[in-house]
């Protein structure tokens, strides 16, 4: 990624993104999260590397808002290992993941929807200029960045003065994701970006995920909806209730067998028999249970 260095209102500098590497960005070792006595999560494991989109899927409660909060360090991990550029790490607070690359664009944007988009696009780090103590805004040429990074990531808005709560879903959330790769992420997290959009707009999000995977990040996609996971991923790791269900990349695994486990294939299967003895339902099409239940492979390296 190539940007503009340059200091915001906190003095961050904003810098190119770090080199290609190898080696994953982020990784996982069986970890796990507990609440007391409550086990939220146990026994993950995850690795995300450049230039690759790795789908997290689960159902409510399967622990997807849960591994997020401890790679974008809102919580720390009460087991296993969280390592980024293969040193372990414990975040105290977003901040540091932040300065590590690790950027989360949550569902509601953390967007202000009666502010112009530029001012949005720089929301917490606006560019000033002038001595000090009368330092001021330097709103041209905030205009004029966030109209070039929007353009970087194909997205042409004829006016950055109108109001970002005028944009539709799908704009908002592309906008979100420009910002965070202007300031510099190298993994990126969406947390369910396309669950409240229709499908036109949930193709033009997907788009955006492809392009900044193309720009070198990691991107890590939370999402329940397989189909859309399939379209763009390279990977894919299925949570249920808190342990990983699957974990496999994208030649090892058919959009068939990533929409049974994240349906609940599994659970499905072992009841196939009682099932048939109910009028009305079809179980020709449930998978076997040993399908399911079968080992999964995993991929060690760079797939």
């Not at 209102?9 to 290609?20: L, Q, R, S, Y």
């Not at 294939?265 to 009028?279: F, N």
Request: charged fraction near 25%; charge should be negative; proline fraction near 5%.
């Amino acid at each position: 990624m190539t940007s503009t260095n340059g200091t915001g209102t906190h003095g961050a500098v904003i810098v190119d993104k770090a080199p290609e590497q190898d080696g994953p960005v982020v990784e996982l070792r069986s970890a796990g999260k507990s609440y007391g006595n409550i086990r939220a999560l146990h026994g993950v494991d995850l690795k995300v590397f450049p230039s690759q989109v790795t789908c997290v899927l689960g159902d409510n409660g399967a622990g997807k808002s849960t591994l997020i909060k401890i790679i974008s360090g809102l919580h720390q991990h009460t087991e296993g290992e969280f390592l980024v550029d293969g040193e372990p790490v414990r975040f105290s607070t977003p901040r540091e993941a932040l300065d590590k690359g690790i950027a989360t664009v949550y569902q509601d944007l953390a967007v202000v929807p009666l502010m112009p988009v530029w001012r949005n696009f720089f929301l917490g780090s606006e560019m000033t200029k002038g001595p000090w103590p009368i330092r001021r805004l330097d709103i041209e040429k905030m205009k004029k960045t966030a109209d070039e990074e929007l353009r970087n990531m194909g997205i042409v808005l004829d006016d950055l003065e109108q109001p970002i709560g005028t944009l539709s879903g799908g704009q908002r959330q592309c906008v979100a994701i420009a910002r965070a790769v202007y300031f510099g992420a190298r993994v990126l997290i969406l947390d369910e970006p396309t669950a409240a959009l229709g499908v036109k707009q949930s193709g033009v999000v997907l788009k955006y995920i492809a392009a900044a995977r193309d720009r070198g990040l990691g991107v890590i996609f939370i999402t329940h909806n397989p189909h859309h996971a399939y379209m763009v991923g390279d990977h894919f790791s299925v949570l249920r209730l808190g342990t990983m269900e699957l974990n496999a990349s994208r030649d090892e695994v058919s959009l068939e067998e990533l929409t049974n486990h994240m349906a609940g294939g599994t659970e499905l299967a072992a009841l196939k028999h009682e099932l048939a003895q109910v009028r009305g339902v079809d179980v020709e099409e449930l998978p076997e249970e040993e399908d399911l239940t079968a080992p999964v492979a995993t991929s060690e390296g760079k797939s």
